[in-house]
Each structure stands twice: as structure tokens, then as C-alpha cells.
Nanobody, 127 residues
Framework: QVQLVESGGGLVQAGGSLRLSCAASGRPDSASGMGWFRRAPEKEREFVAAINWAGTTYYRDSVRGRFTISRDNAKNTVDLQMNNLKPEDAAVYYC?????????????????????WGLGTQVTVSS
């Protein structure tokens, strides 16, 4: 059973930065995609960013240019560097992992296609 543990959330002023980290344990499938979703109060889960095994990255439009996702395949970790944070970025951020096929497969933006989820880490942005 794969377990994902997030860290790095917190409170930051608008315009500030945070770095989220996630470590996967329990023998995740090789060539798995990893990524981040978020859920704000009274809203649906939404895709934030993902990265496949080969290192290709994918972002939702509202965070492109401000957020950077990266991974270390040897350590089974994924990070999300968030810069120029806005109040609308405030949410619980979830680390996700799933095997989508080849190492170059495009990760899904649909939360229902991700098998493994972390417990989440809170990001609060004050205006």
C-alpha cells in the first residue's frame, strides 16, 4: 500500500512563497505520475499541477508561471514551489500518485483517476 505524506503548508501573506513537499512510501509503481490537487472550502477538488516520470510538467492556467512542480524519482518525492501566492490559492493541498502507463504518459486532470492521495496540508493566504 502506497502512502503519501505532505509537508510545508502554512500561513503566508499575498505575494509570498511556500514550498510543499510530498514523500511516497510503500513501493509506488514505477513510472508513476505525481501531482497536486487542492480543495477550497465549499468547492470541488481541482487540479493544480502534475509531473510524469520523464519530467514533463502540467499546470492549471491560473498557477502557470507562479508554481513549479519537480520530482526526485530516486527518492519518490514531489515538490511544489508556490510563488506570488494569491488569496484564491488558499486551500488544502493534496499530493497524488498514479500509474498512467508509460513514463511519458500524460497525467489526468480528473481527480477520480488518481489512486493514491495524501491527507493534505493547509495553505492559507492573507490579503
Amino acid at each position: 500500500q502506497v502512502q503519501l505524506v505532505e509537508s510545508g503548508g502554512g500561513l503566508v501573506q499575498a505575494g509570498g512563497s511556500l514550498r510543499l513537499s510530498c514523500a511516497a512510501s510503500g513501493r509506488p509503481d514505477s513510472a508513476s505520475g505525481m501531482g497536486w490537487f487542492r480543495r477550497a472550502p465549499e468547492k470541488e477538488r481541482e487540479f493544480v499541477a502534475a509531473i510524469n516520470w520523464a519530467g514533463t510538467t502540467y499546470y492549471r492556467d491560473s498557477v502557470r508561471g507562479r508554481f513549479t512542480i519537480s520530482r526526485d524519482n530516486a527518492k519518490n518525492t514531489v515538490d511544489l514551489q508556490m510563488n506570488n501566492l494569491k488569496p484564491e490559492d488558499a486551500a488544502v493541498y493534496y499530493c497524488v500518485l498514479n500509474r498512467f502507463g508509460s513514463m511519458r504518459a500524460t497525467p489526468s486532470r480528473d481527480p477520480d483517476y488518481w489512486r493514491y492521495w495524501g491527507l493534505g496540508t493547509q495553505v492559507t493566504v492573507s490579503s
